[in-house]
């Protein structure tokens, strides 16, 4: 990489720094509490897992003794979309494994630094019942803007290009009141996000490791992000691949597709 675009790099990766920063500014503390594993149950409709605690159960061959971890335990595989709206991808199924993967599409496609672009995904999944879901993060990301001397309106610098990628989910039920048992569910996510500058030059030192969580609620037909249910959600253990605390608190890698 040519000395210019070392420059871009490092500027990319100063972008990437502040915006973590503001970020977590933004996020609202809150203390820990156990809810339950959503599990996949045949119906064609939300479902829940008992009450309390659990992990996934490995599989097979990927258990070669020992604690059991994210790494050794069975992946978590993505239902495929079915359509495209708003630069956001939709028609995921009615059970927890397709509320997981409208939120993990969600956030590998979210533009987090276009306030215009953000927009128009935001109100293409937020709930009827969360009017002022979209309008509170396009000012979360016009706040980060101008934080990094950028204009609050806009899209990224020409010369930088994003990619964020999941790594693990965490993936619990919300015992909404109103709602039926597991059509609400709170999903945490731990991913990385590197930066490509000019002629391909990749970011040497991506972030890695960060956390977000989101809550969904199936409705007409759809999981749509709400903060209806803010006050109920959980906060886990942090994730690392080889730990047992992160695999019993709920952990489990993402396969994603080849």
């Not at 533009?111 to 396009?138: C, F, H, I, M, T």
């Not at 490509?196 to 972030?207: M, Q």
Request: proline share 8%; glycine share 12%; hydrophobic share 35%.
């Amino acid at each position: 990489m040519d000395s210019s675009n070392g420059l871009k790099a490092r500027r990319a990766r100063l972008v990437l720094a502040a915006i973590v920063i503001a970020v977590a500014a933004l996020l609202v503390a809150g203390g820990f509490t156990v809810a339950s594993l959503m599990r996949d149950e045949p119906g064609g409709k939300p479902q829940a897992g008992p009450s309390g605690s659990a992990s996934p159960s490995p599989t097979g061959s990927a258990f070669s003794g020992g604690p059991m971890t994210p790494e050794k335990g069975k992946k978590t595989t993505l239902s495929k979309p079915t359509g495209q709206k708003e630069g956001v991808s939709t028609g995921f199924p009615a059970s927890p494994s397709g509320g997981i993967s409208a939120v993990v599409y969600f956030w590998e496609e979210y533009a987090w630094l276009d306030d215009e672009k953000a927009a128009q995904q935001l109100n293409a999944v937020a709930s009827k019942d969360s009017p002022g879901y979209a309008d509170k993060r396009v000012s979360e990301i016009r706040k980060m803007r101008e934080g990094l001397g950028l204009p609050p309106s806009g899209g990224i610098p020409a010369d930088i290009s994003f990619t964020t990628s999941v790594q693990a989910t965490r993936a619990t039920t919300v015992h909404a009141p109103g709602q039926p048992v597991g059509h609400v569910m709170q999903v945490w996510l731990s991913y990385d996000r590197f930066a490509t500058g000019p002629k391909g030059g990749v970011d040497e030192n991506p972030l890695r490791g960060e956390t977000v969580d989101f809550v969904v609620k199936w409705q007409d037909g759809a999981w749509k992000f709400t903060d209806e249910f803010d006050s109920l959600r959980t906060f886990p253990v942090a994730y690392e691949p080889t730990s047992r605390v992160a695999w019993n608190d709920g952990w489990v890698q993402v396969l994603h597709a080849g």
